[in-house]
């Protein structure tokens, strides 16, 4: 059974920091590319980061680039996204997603499983 678990999310200010975690079981990590969206009150879900199955390799929003950075651990079957110099436009419900045998895709029809998502709110 495949489960993706988000954590980190949080109420933070303006310019502060968060690490978003995304626990993986049931899939094999080094053939899976792994994405994270968000989704604001009243907007649609949107791409910001994803990442390869074996390397670092890495694509991202526009409007998050030098500010997130997207990481994975296939040995904790697990990746992150930090987020730094958080805006209060990054506030959010965000999502990790995975995607079997795709990699560094925007799509979110390409992802196949899901977390249940965590919020991050960010107070101006």
């Known amino acids: 059974q495949v489960q993706l678990s988000e954590s980190g999310g949080g109420l933070v200010q303006a310019g502060d920091s968060l690490r978003l975690s995304c626990r993986v079981s049931?899939?094999?990590?080094?053939?899976?590319?792994m994405g994270w969206f968000r989704q604001a009150p009243g907007k649609e879900r949107e791409f910001v980061a994803a990442?390869?199955?074996?390397?670092?390799?890495?694509t991202y929003l526009e409007s998050v680039k030098g500010r997130f950075t997207v990481s994975r651990d296939n040995a904790e079957n697990t990746i992150y996204l930090q987020m730094n110099r958080l805006q209060s436009e990054d506030t959010a419900v965000y999502y990790c997603a995975a995607a079997p045998g795709r990699f560094l895709v925007d799509a979110a029809e390409n992802y196949e499983y899901w977390g249940q998502g965590t919020q991050v709110t960010v107070s101006s």
């Open positions: 990442i390869t199955g074996r390397s670092s390799a890495a």
């Open positions: 049931g899939l094999t990590m080094r053939t899976t590319g």
